[in-house]
């Protein structure tokens, strides 16, 4: 298969990762959106936040335009799209394997709109379905802090958004 | 710096923008001091929520206005007559029954408004608002987790919970005022009628204090003009505060 401009760029921006959960790849999250070369070699990354005030995104577009630089192509604009709304589906099945294996429970599907699957968030140590919220809010906007009522070990939860 | 007369949307689009910076940093303020290292985390979690929608509606009014403004100068470089954010958020924290009533009262208003603004006609407002959603759903749960818990406990967490409740109830009206700006978005499908947020916000408030066994405020007093820039003497300390670092020191990057 001929590798063309767009797979190079896809590659370079898709493998920039998450500075907080630095397992994660920004295509795994799926805040990578599109990729656009033109005829010129310009190329436009579009990336969406996970939330409002993530103090990664800046990071992340930085390092973005710094990947896709280094790839060869250094006339690139990074742009941040709001619409639609990053949704934890996005989030790939690599991703989520990943974070389990990280210690970090990763995020249920949800039905349409705001409701979530009641479905028990297994500890990312023993695997038990017994675990318990402690903490709403917790290290980073994204994650719920919770406990595992078999193991005991308290785990980050990615939560549903 | 004056203000800037312009698009009413960008008018709009700075009111609410003025709202998340100035909550989010009176939240800030709890940072190292909140009751618990889990509620501490919770509300600068919070904070930084608002300022993210603050920075995205500052980055449209000044699309909007032309003025090309950026987030530091609208949050560094106005004064206090400049700023056009409610009444309700520049309070003080208080204890934190006023802390969590001042969230109640806000992100209740806050998230109908958010829901009715992801149907807005200016795609971009909707799209922040789309995004808003779903954080401003998490801060209304914090809030109402704790006005239950608060108004439904002890002897003293409902006698500080309702004292709460009173201090900060007169300042909710504002939230639902109509004027120039309203009425032409509200035409142009831009923003919502208030009197539509206010019957949603009635009906969901009067379903918390009753299930926290709070009693609704009868007060008519309704303070108003934070939308004119108007504000109480406590924002003009917060301002200062807030402002010092940038102003003593212009152009300074950390």
Not at chain 1, 92 to 109: D, H, M, N, Q, V
Not at chain 1, 110 to 130: D, K
Not at chain 2, 79 to 99: H, I, K, M, S
Not at chain 2, 185 to 207: F, H, K, N
């Amino acid at each position: 298969m001929v590798t063309t401009a767009l797979d190079q760029v896809w590659r370079a921006a898709g493998e920039v990762v998450d500075p907080e959960i630095p397992v994660l790849t920004i295509e795994d999250l799926g805040i990578l959106r599109d990729v656009r070369v033109d005829a010129s070699g310009h190329v436009e990354v579009d990336i969406s936040p996970t939330y409002s005030g993530c103090p990664a995104l800046d990071v992340i577009r930085a390092d973005v335009a710094r990947s896709v630089h280094a790839a060869g192509y250094p006339d690139v604009t990074v742009n941040v799209v709001l619409s639609p709304a990053w949704t934890t589906d996005w989030m790939s099945e690599t991703g989520r394997r990943k974070l389990r294996e990280y210690g970090i429970a990763p995020p249920r599907p949800r039905e349409s709109g705001m409701q979530l699957i009641q479905i028990a968030v297994p500890c990312p140590v023993c695997g038990s379905a017994h675990t318990s919220e402690v903490a709403h809010f917790a290290s980073t906007q994204c994650q719920a802090l919770r406990r595992c009522t078999d193991c005991a070990e308290p785990f980050p939860h990615f939560k549903e958004h | 710096m004056t203000a800037v007369a312009a698009d009413p949307a960008a008018v709009y689009a700075l009111r609410y923008a003025d709202d998340c910076l100035v909550l989010s940093h009176r939240l800030a303020q709890w940072s190292s001091r909140a009751p618990a290292l889990e509620e501490d985390v919770a509300l600068t979690n919070i904070a930084l929520d608002l300022l993210g929608q603050a920075r995205a509606l500052y980055a449209r009014s000044a699309e909007l206005d032309g003025t090309g403004r950026s987030e530091d100068d609208y949050a560094f470089l106005r004064d206090e007559r400049d700023f056009v954010n409610c009444l309700l958020v520049e309070q003080e924290n208080g204890d934190f029954a006023v802390t969590i009533i001042r969230q109640l009262l806000y992100s209740t208003f806050q998230l109908e408004a958010w829901r009715a603004l992801s149907e807005s006609t200016d795609a971009h407002i909707a799209a922040i608002a789309a995004k808003a959603v779903k954080e401003v759903t998490y801060h209304l749960d914090h809030a109402t987790q704790w006005t239950l818990r608060l108004g439904d406990g002890t002897a003293e967490s409902h006698a500080r919970t309702q004292a709460a409740l009173d201090q900060l109830w007169p300042y909710a009206a504002e939230l639902f005022e109509s004027d120039a700006v309203t009425r032409d978005l509200v035409t142009r499908g831009v923003a919502p009628d208030p009197e539509r947020l206010r019957t949603a916000w009635d009906a969901s408030i009067d379903q918390v204090l009753s299930a926290a066994k709070l009693e609704r405020p009868s007060t008519s007093w309704a303070p108003s003009g934070g939308r004119r820039g108007l504000h109480t003497e406590c924002f003009g300390y917060m301002l200062a505060e807030m402002q010092h670092l940038h102003r003593a020191h212009p152009g300074a990057q950390w």
